[in-house]
């Protein structure tokens, strides 16, 4: 199958130079074939979304209101055609694509409500007679480029809010699981959307880059990996663009003596091996507050033992496979690294069944004991199912082990002492905080985002932040002819 750019409204009918192999990890073949955007396909797409553009910011509220509430509505009517998409290519077994897709559809819910996120301020008489009013108005064509772990959800962090916003987007999704793009750019089409308004190039480096020198594209969303948002956020602002880039995570959970360790357990678990680890608010690091560490690591071991893993297609399974080979293997080296810098292995997901293919790209859920903070285990971005356990004294001891962590996406604390709760939300230098909920996502009308070495920028995604780093502020100063306000006056205007 060919998988190739949607540009103007219809599928690129041009001959890649380039292309990508697409697997269904979970049989590990060959599934698609992606077409790679060279600079000048890209600059076909901003052509596309710079022209629509003219006409789209005039679009009334109304009209771009009632795109997005027929999109939302081809969209739940779709998601599971969609939720098959996903886990065909990325892996995550059908009812994770599902709660995926949920997600996206309380982004696409938020972007409905646009004529009231877009209203300004008014003042009247601010000055004699003169008024003052502040309109929110769109940037032009907008770069998003999204990672692999959410190809339908990250993509709808962002574009519902650019478009009904009056921007018009140039989407450049993940090479490894690129249909849930195309999905949603003709379900945007069905939707009525006018051609060119959203546009999706697919490829590597070479798209984004051009993306990022384009021009016509002021402002790029990006959601990766740490060393390639960086480079985005570095690269895009030098070339005069606004940008948001949201990187990798390290999440940690403390579990505090008084903690209910079965309820701590199962979040543990949960938030640890759901879609494999392949999730940048997974925990991957368990922080256990003398004395629960052998409790909780015997619960941990207990449930993992039960966890069903395999083809996300068979009924009852509950972990898919790792996107790609490559990127199975790079997470399966740390087993031994970990062991060999003296952490202790207490489950080796290699020897874990496995209710799949024997060529997909597996590796069963594992768990490391008594996991320093200088080992590799600890300091990487893993990105897989591969959980530490790091024994600390005290909670202030647990608190400097996760304020001393580069990365500051998103943590959480297990316990029932309400004071140490609100101590740690106060304390922690971290962007998203749970307290007795594993994976704090927000909800869409707040903004999703890390601190430190997870973003890059000043905006969030989605939510009043995506409003907000989807339009420029302009600030009107009017007066009406009035004859008592003749004469000249070279003074500085002064408000009486
Ligand atoms: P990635 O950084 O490899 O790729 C992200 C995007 O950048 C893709 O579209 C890819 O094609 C492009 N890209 C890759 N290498 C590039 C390069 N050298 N130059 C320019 N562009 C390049 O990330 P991934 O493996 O697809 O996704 C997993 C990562 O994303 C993890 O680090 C995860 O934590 C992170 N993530 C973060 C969040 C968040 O909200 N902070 C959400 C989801 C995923």
Same mark, same amino acid.
């Given at each position: 199958?060919?998988?190739?750019?949607?540009?103007?409204?219809?599928?690129?009918?041009?001959?890649?130079?380039?292309?990508?192999?697409?697997?269904?990890?979970? =049989?590990?073949?060959?599934?698609?074939? /992606?077409?790679?955007?060279?600079?000048?396909?890209?600059?076909?797409?901003?052509?596309?979304?710079?022209?629509?553009?003219?006409?789209?910011?005039?679009?009334?509220?109304?009209?771009?209101?009632? +795109?997005?509430?027929?999109?939302?509505?081809?969209?739940?009517?779709?998601?599971?055609?969609?939720?098959?998409?996903? =886990?065909?290519?990325?892996?995550?077994?059908?009812?994770? $694509?599902?709660?995926?897709?949920?997600?996206?559809?309380?982004? %696409?819910?938020?972007?409905?409500?646009?004529?009231? !996120?877009?209203?300004?301020?008014?003042?009247?008489?601010?000055?004699?007679?003169?008024?003052?009013?502040?309109?929110?108005?769109?940037?032009?064509?907008?770069?998003?480029?999204? #990672?692999?772990?959410?190809?339908?959800?990250?993509?709808?962090?962002?574009?519902?809010?650019?478009?009904?916003?009056?921007?018009?987007? %140039?989407? &450049?999704?993940?090479?490894?699981?690129?249909?849930? *793009?195309?999905? !949603?750019?003709?379900?945007?089409?069905?939707?009525?959307?006018?051609?060119?308004?959203?546009?999706?190039?697919?490829?590597?480096?070479?798209?984004?880059?051009?993306?990022?020198?384009?021009?016509?594209?002021?402002?790029?969303?990006?959601?990766?990996?740490?060393?390639?948002?960086?480079?985005?956020?570095? =690269?895009?602002?030098?070339?005069?663009?606004?940008?948001?880039?949201?990187?990798?995570?390290?999440?940690?959970?403390?579990?505090?003596?008084?903690?209910?360790?079965?309820?701590?357990?199962?979040?543990?678990?949960?938030?640890?091996?759901?879609?494999?680890?392949?999730?940048?608010?997974?925990?991957?690091?368990? %922080?256990? /507050?003398?004395?629960?560490?052998?409790?909780?690591?015997?619960?941990?071991?207990?449930?993992? *033992?039960?966890?069903?893993?395999?083809?996300?297609?068979?009924?009852?399974?509950?972990?898919?496979?790792?996107?790609?080979? $490559?990127?199975?293997?790079?997470?399966?080296?740390?087993?031994?690294?970990?062991?060999?810098?003296?952490?202790?292995?207490?489950?080796?997901?290699?020897?874990?069944?496995?209710?799949?293919?024997?060529?997909?790209?597996?590796?069963?859920?594992?768990?490391?004991?008594?996991?320093?903070?200088?080992?590799?285990?600890?300091?990487?971005?893993?990105?897989?199912?591969?959980?530490? /356990?790091?024994? +600390?004294?005290?909670?202030?001891?647990?608190?400097?082990?996760?304020?001393?962590?580069?990365?500051?996406?998103?943590?959480?604390?297990?316990?029932?002492?309400?004071?140490? *709760?609100?101590?740690?939300?106060?304390?922690?230098?971290?962007?998203?905080?749970?307290?007795?909920?594993?994976?704090?996502?927000?909800?869409?009308?707040?903004?999703?985002?890390?601190? &430190?070495?997870?973003?890059?920028?000043?905006?969030?995604?989605?939510? #009043?932040?995506?409003?907000?780093?989807?339009?420029?502020?302009?600030? %009107?100063?009017?007066?009406?002819?009035?004859?008592?306000?003749?004469?000249?006056?070279?003074?500085?205007?002064?408000?009486?």
């Amino acid at each position: 199958m060919r998988i190739t750019h949607w540009i103007g409204g219809k599928a690129w009918t041009g001959i890649a130079q380039r292309t990508g192999d697409v697997y269904d990890p979970a =049989t590990g073949q060959v599934g698609g074939q /992606v077409d790679f955007a060279s600079a000048s396909d890209v600059d076909e797409a901003v052509t596309a979304a710079r022209e629509a553009f003219s006409r789209w910011r005039n679009a009334s509220l109304a009209q771009r209101a009632n +795109v997005m509430f027929s999109f939302r509505e081809l969209l739940n009517a779709r998601k599971s055609d969609l939720a098959e998409i996903i =886990t065909a290519e990325h892996g995550k077994v059908l009812s994770d $694509a599902a709660g995926e897709i949920q997600r996206a559809l309380e982004a %696409v819910e938020f972007a409905c409500g646009i004529p009231q !996120l877009l209203k300004g301020g008014f003042s009247e008489n601010a000055s004699t007679k003169v008024d003052v009013y502040s309109i929110q108005q769109p940037l032009g064509v907008v770069g998003v480029i999204s #990672p692999f772990n959410f190809p339908a959800m990250v993509p709808l962090w962002f574009v519902p809010n650019a478009i009904a916003c009056g921007n018009t987007v %140039v989407l &450049k999704p993940s090479e490894k699981d690129p249909s849930a *793009a195309n999905f !949603l750019a003709e379900l945007f089409a069905e939707a009525g959307l006018p051609d060119g308004v959203f546009n999706v190039v697919h490829g590597d480096k070479e798209a984004v880059d051009r993306i990022l020198e384009h021009p016509e594209v002021k402002a790029v969303s990006f959601v990766g990996s740490t060393p390639i948002a960086r480079y985005v956020y570095e =690269t895009g602002t030098r070339n005069g663009k606004r940008v948001q880039a949201l990187g990798g995570a390290k999440n940690h959970m403390v579990v505090l003596p008084d903690a209910d360790l079965d309820l701590a357990a199962d979040a543990a678990v949960s938030a640890g091996f759901g879609s494999a680890g392949e999730r940048c608010m997974a925990i991957s690091v368990v %922080v256990a /507050v003398d004395p629960v560490g052998d409790e909780l690591v015997g619960k941990i071991s207990e449930r993992i *033992a039960e966890l069903h893993v395999g083809d996300g297609r068979r009924p009852g399974c509950e972990m898919g496979p790792l996107v790609t080979g $490559a990127h199975r293997d790079r997470v399966r080296s740390y087993l031994d690294a970990g062991r060999s810098a003296g952490a202790k292995l207490v489950v080796d997901g290699r020897g874990h069944s496995i209710d799949g293919d024997d060529a997909g790209f597996w590796l069963g859920p594992t768990l490391f004991d008594h996991v320093d903070v200088d080992m590799s285990i600890y300091t990487d971005e893993i990105f897989g199912p591969v959980l530490s /356990v790091v024994r +600390v004294p005290s909670y202030d001891a647990a608190v400097d082990v996760v304020n001393a962590n580069p990365y500051g996406n998103g943590t959480a604390i297990f316990t029932n002492d309400g004071g140490a *709760a609100r101590r740690y939300q106060n304390e922690i230098e971290v962007g998203m905080v749970g307290v007795n909920v594993a994976i704090p996502v927000p909800v869409s009308y707040y903004s999703f985002g890390g601190w &430190k070495d997870s973003l890059f920028g000043d905006s969030h995604a989605y939510g #009043p932040h995506g409003v907000h780093f989807f339009t420029r502020a302009k600030v %009107v100063t009017s007066r009406w002819l009035d004859p008592s306000h003749g004469g000249v006056n070279l003074g500085f205007p002064q408000n009486s």
